[in-house]
């Protein structure tokens, strides 16, 4: 086991109804002024907005809003969110909505406190050391952001998909009311399923060493998120299981799975952020694509580890039969599986393979994952 | 699934040596003076207190100490704390030992914070409102009060072995560096696997609901501390078990297993603490005689529970043959399974049952929990 530290501050506020309380909280942690941040007005047509502007009043906490944050999170609405904090005096950033909203709030979190360009933390031109508390309610259960330091924006002039990961933007409070979640489209329930077993997967096969006690937390990740998809595609309004698939996803990504394994890499997310930045496509779907393609072609690096997802997951044996049942279930839950299903010619492999690499080259892994084994692993897909 | 919180702020710095940073990490809290509290020396032989005070000297941290907490703390040894904290301009607590000294730690940090009898708390007379920021360095791993806000303490007059849970006594920072835990003997390596079997198991057995992650993390607990408590037995200097054994035993009392189960109870604990009270037997020990006999007593209340543990954990399908089987490992690794077996009389039942329905109607269980209850599950054992 490796040496680690586990820190993880963020207290969930996790039932029904518990978004009514959102001002309460705020003003308990000494918050006059927020800047409320969510997407296309979905929260409008579902009531949640009106009931978060009520709990809000009546804690009087003034806010300042910030709408149309898109699923592939843009700089530019960054940007804009940063402004609106600096000019109008903002103590906290609360989001409303699912990964893309939280991880926008955090950007602005810690670009309002800093002078020069929020993008320098995200190129590692230069470290998060101040930010404003943020706060969300959740309406989509996949990315974790609610329970962990990390977000992604894509950077619409550079098509660059790039993170920040610091404690100091992991949510004060994260309302997790799984009834918020219950309209979610079947698809992106699907892209949500695939997402938490990214997350499960990435260091599970890619880290240093293997703990049984780390492997055995993913496979429960999985195992549950597995059988509460299938639960949600049949019956969309099982609360039970609507709410072990939304605290399960928080488990994926927020710490403990690496905690002792040396950390491992991130493989999958780097090569699907090149997917959404150039073609935009839906996180959880870049990855049910990506996915099998990299289990095939890295396999033969840690084979003892595919042979026991294999067994534990699909009481199977063989390695090779592990990644077809797992490409067959995303296919089965309506997840596509090849790069044809999301409309991405074989010739977009090349400036895929770039972007990657790009990527790679920021997070260390550039002379493992070069454009010519992005663009094999892609081949596969 | 129920509504719950889930908040956890404890600082885990796990790894080799990190022990050597104590004085770092308490500076840069921003406190000058602390209280060092431990055991009956057994640092001082193994040179982990020049170490710790090396390291704070380093760092210019003034200290007082407290030495002498036994295996079942006592209260006037928390009181003698609390007078050293208030008469010293005492800013924070360190223990440096195991459970018994963290809850101490914990008490004396709550009770210099507070005008009245420290014990209040622990009787439900006050609640704890403030408290000193409690740091622990861990030479024993198994009440996980590394990262969680309990402290358990025997009232030395009344014969009470009761306990307090805050966040406001939750360390802010813990060092686990599995390799101070070599040295721990088998019989103390076995009633620690108890304890920690014994916190996975209350809330599993008697919680509201079950949600299957949460029954699979306690699984994944019970399998990995069995496993490792086979493996230090033959070789107690194995690192990656004794690492593994140490992470596994804060993840079964930190709060992650409850969470939705609605919460459960402790009557293990509950009956136990009346051993250790008034008959002063190691925890541990004590709860290896209790928890079968609680077992076979109790089944019929959540036999479907029963049964998927003796499945899960022993391969078989019968609950009755689960439980055998536990209390055949109890026995096993070197844990008593009788009270005969703690030389407590069959004539010590009945103020075992009088002290132990005390605690449970302080618990709010004193109706389920009747002396006649708690008398028939010991004659069990």
Do not use: C
Not at 142 to 148: D, L
Not at 225 to 233: F, G, K, Q, R, S
Not at 301 to 312: G, T, Y
Not at 348 to 355: D, K, P, S, V
């Amino acid at each position: 086991m490796n040496d680690f530290t586990y820190y993880n501050p963020t207290k969930i506020e996790f039932g029904k109804g518990k978004e009514n309380n959102i001002g309460a909280y705020i003003k308990a942690s000494g918050i006059q002024k927020i800047l409320l941040v969510y997407g296309g007005g979905s929260i409008k047509k579902t009531g949640l907005y009106e009931r978060i502007i009520t709990s809000l009043k009546k804690s009087n906490i003034e806010f300042e809003e910030l709408s149309g944050v898109v699923s592939n999170p843009l700089l530019s609405k960054v940007n804009e969110g940063i402004a609106l904090a600096k000019n109008h005096g903002i103590q906290a950033v609360l989001g409303v909505g699912g990964g893309s909203v939280a991880d926008s709030a955090k950007s602005i979190a810690a670009g309002a406190k800093y002078d020069g360009d929020v993008w320098d933390f995200f190129i590692n031109k230069a470290k998060i050391a101040d930010a404003l508390p943020v706060f969300t309610v959740m309406t989509l259960s996949a990315t974790a952001s609610e329970m962990n330091g990390n977000a992604v924006i894509i950077n619409d002039e550079t098509k660059q998909k790039y993170s920040i990961a610091s404690v100091l933007v992991n949510p004060k409070i994260s309302i997790i009311n799984p009834e918020l979640m219950a309209t979610v489209s079947q698809d992106y329930l699907a892209y949500s399923a695939v997402d938490i077993i990214a997350h499960s997967i990435e260091v599970y096969f890619t880290a240093t060493v293997h703990p049984h006690f780390n492997s055995r937390i993913v496979e429960s990740i999985i195992k549950t998120v597995m059988e509460t998809t299938e639960i949600l595609i049949k019956n969309p309004a099982d609360y039970d299981a609507r709410a072990e698939f939304a605290w399960t996803a928080i488990q994926a990504l927020n710490g403990l799975t690496p905690a002792g394994t040396g950390g491992g890499s991130f493989p999958n997310h780097m090569i699907e952020h090149a997917l959404s930045a150039l073609y935009n496509v839906p996180h959880g779907a870049g990855l049910a694509v990506v996915i099998p393609a990299w289990m095939k072609w890295y396999k033969a690096n840690n084979i003892a580890q595919f042979q026991r997802f294999a067994k534990e997951i699909f009481n199977t044996q063989d390695a090779d039969e592990g990644i077809i049942k797992l490409e067959n279930w995303f296919a089965k839950i309506g997840a596509p599986v090849t790069l044809a299903q999301l409309n991405i010619p074989r010739e977009g492999i090349t400036a895929l393979a770039t972007n990657a690499n790009a990527l790679a080259s920021v997070w260390g892994l550039g002379d493992f994952y070069t454009q010519e084994v992005i663009a094999e692993i892609l081949k596969k897909a």
